[in-house]
């Protein structure tokens, strides 16, 4: 079965961590000193399990008051297809609502707007690199 939460004990985040390694580090050659950053200490993550195996993570920061960011969603690449995307976006933007933020901003990889999009995301600002990566800002009103 698979799931989606919050990371609450530190094999989660260790899950969490190893599938962004995976995604971004291996997959798209990111950096490992970008990709685990100053903001996993106070960021809160979110993994997702099939079964017991770790398929996906993100996590959440709160830059200014009122604010979202979502940053470093990844889903393992034989998973993708399968709206795990949409589950772990369900996920932030409930933990985001329920802590009583009302904008979710994200800066997506511009392959990936089209999924945004379909979550009502809006495009914020032109095309920019980041790890060497084109991205978009984008964000929703919750």
Known sequence: M????RVETEKEREDAFLIRQKVFVQEQDVPVDLELDEHDQSAIHFVAY???????????RVPEPGIS???????????RGKHLGNLMMEKMEFYA?????KT??????SYAIPFYEKLHYKITSPEFLDAGIPHRA?????
């Not at 079964?51 to 993100?58: H, N, S, T, V």
């Not at 609502?97 to 933020?101: D, Y």
């Not at 984008?138 to 919750?142: G, P, R, V």
């Open 104 to 109: 979710v901003k994200l800066n997506a990889q």
């Open 69 to 79: 960011k979502v940053e470093r969603v990844c889903i393992l690449s034989q998973y």
């Open 138 to 142: 984008m964000q929703k009103e919750l």
């Open 50 to 60: 099939d079964g017991e195996e770790p398929i996906g993570a993100g996590r959440i």
């Open 97 to 101: 609502k329920e802590a009583g933020l």
């Open 2 to 5: 698979i799931t989606a939460k």
